[in-house]
């Protein structure tokens, strides 16, 4: 069975800082992992899609990167912002089609 | 091109009644996936459907049953509502490969009381 781990759980940044939020993953055998964001009581905006070939994915001031070995994956917000504050998740895909397993997301607050 | 779209938005039910949440694919997408998520965690995955069969069942109670129509939107059945089936539940649909991106409704938010 898939778990997926999301640390830190919560952060707090000053505006203007680079940060990092990690993802990880106890069956390597992904098609590919997903990156969203969620505002509160909101539903999911897909950030960046990683296929299990890819070593990592930008947009814009977000870099994800995904060492499948290691069952890792990182989502790197450069120079934040405010308006980055959400909650972040991670998604893998097993098993084919949709069936999508998520971690329990990191709360990401950036300070002005 | 509209994205996913999630009816109602908001719904409150009493304990023991039916619900339907329904959903609306991106056009061309041909995958519909449904999620529960309750306050605090991640999305659960329920159910996923492609060219209107079942392809995938998360560990949900048979109070849960969905369908997806020729057109390729979708309903998410819930009988006998429980307390803690209050959630968000989200749907997801993509053009239903393997390594195609999901996207996201906003979601219905459900409350029984």
């Known amino acids: 069975k898939q778990e997926v781990t999301q640390i830190p759980a919560a952060l707090s940044v000053p505006e203007g800082e680079n940060l990092v939020l990690n993802c990880s993953f106890t069956?390597?055998?992904?098609?590919?992992l997903q990156w969203f964001r969620q505002d509160p009581g909101k539903g999911l905006t897909s950030l960046l899609l990683i296929q299990s070939s890819q070593r990592e994915q930008t947009s814009g001031r977000l870099n994800a990167s995904l060492d499948k070995s290691s069952g890792r994956s990182t989502l790197y917000i450069a120079a934040s912002q405010p308006g980055d504050s959400a909650t972040y998740l991670c998604a893998v895909r097993t098993g084919g089609y949709q069936k999508v397993t998520f971690g329990t997301g990191t709360k990401l607050q950036v300070i002005p | 091109d509209a994205g996913v779209t999630q009816s109602p938005t908001h719904l409150i039910k009493t304990r023991g009644q039916h619900v339907t949440l329904r959903c609306s694919p991106i056009s061309g997408h041909k995958s519909v996936s449904w999620y529960q998520q309750v306050l605090g965690q991640g999305p659960q995955f329920i159910f996923q459907?492609?060219?209107?069969?079942?392809?995938g069942r998360g560990n949900f109670p048979d109070r849960f049953s969905a369908r997806q129509f020729p057109n390729y939107s979708s309903e998410l059945n819930v009988n006998a509502l429980l307390l803690g089936d209050s959630a968000l539940y989200l749907c997801?649909?993509?053009?239903?490969?393997?390594?195609?991106?999901?996207?996201f409704g906003q979601g219905t938010r459900l409350t029984v009381v």
């Open positions: 997801a649909s993509s053009a239903g490969t393997l390594n195609t991106e999901a996207f």
């Open positions: 069956d390597s055998a992904i098609y590919n």
């Open positions: 459907y492609y060219e209107k069969e079942e392809r």
